[in-house]
């Protein structure tokens, strides 16, 4: 699903924020990542989002090669990856159904049909009946599920999250999680960067750390 061979990122002509990393990501896997701030955790899902281009090495994402994709491809692997920054980058000037409902029209589906698969959306993560609300009106947690939401709405094989669960308490934080839990245990591959130590240890999966030149893969771990 994922494959990382001996890759490097700087960004301009500055050092490498991540040097010689090389790991696999099998389908169906959840893996948090996890690290000091200004380590590198949002860079790693950059990468494998295909925001940013890699400065060595390579990255398969899907079966392609990200630095060699055509633009042909481009379209079908960016709906194969659902990514949810830290930035949410929801719309505020629409209702949060016609936020969800704008992948699929990008993606050419006719509304109806979009406008279904936006409300089925809404409520795998819990937010039927706030279809017509304003994203501004809905709460950090609610804002959350809504950017997951449009991230799954194109039925995602892969689901990339940076630091979904920051600025939320306790209880939004363990919501949030359990919808990441539920797409992944359907079979979606889940990435997480998260600083929150108590949810790694409760999730207790595959964790990547990302330290400044040092990235450690700690393997599954069965409890
Ligand atoms: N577009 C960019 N241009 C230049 N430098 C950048 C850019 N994006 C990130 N950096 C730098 O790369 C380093 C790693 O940043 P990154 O956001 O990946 O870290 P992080 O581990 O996700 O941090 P945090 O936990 O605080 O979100 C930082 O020093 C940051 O300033």
């Known amino acids: 699903m994922i494959e990382f061979q001996h890759v490097s990122k700087s960004y301009g002509t500055g ?3 991540l040097e010689d990393i ?3 990501v099998t389908a169906g896997e959840f893996v948090f990542i996890a690290g000091p701030s ?3 955790k949002s860079t790693l899902l950059k990468l ?6 890699c400065s060595k090495g390579s990255i398969h994402v899907n079966g392609q090669r990200l630095d060699q994709i055509t633009a042909r491809a481009r379209p079908y692997l960016r709906r194969a990856v659902g990514v949810i920054l830290q930035d949410t980058h929801l719309l505020y000037d629409r209702s949060a159904l016609d936020n969800v409902m704008l992948p699929l029209a990008v993606a050419g589906h006719p509304t109806g049909i979009a406008r279904s698969r936006a409300r089925a959306a809404l409520q795998k993560v819990g937010l039927s009946g706030k279809e017509e609300a ?4 809905l709460s950090g947690g609610e804002q959350q599920r809504l950017a997951i939401a449009r991230a799954i709405v194109n039925r995602p094989a892969l689901l990339i999250a940076d630091e979904p669960t920051a600025n939320l308490d306790r209880e939004t934080a363990r919501k949030v999680m359990s919808v990441f839990r539920d797409f992944n245990q359907v079979g979606v591959t889940t990435l997480v960067a998260t600083h929150d130590e108590d949810l790694m240890a409760q999730y207790a999966q595959r964790v990547f ?3 400044p030149g040092r990235f450690r893969d700690f393997p599954v771990s069965k409890t």
């Open 15 to 17: 050092s490498h924020i």
């Open 22 to 24: 090389s790991f696999r």
């Open 38 to 40: 200004g380590a590198g």
């Open 48 to 53: 494998i989002a295909g925001l940013e281009p």
């Open 134 to 137: 304003n994203p501004i009106s």
């Open 209 to 211: 750390v990302v330290e």
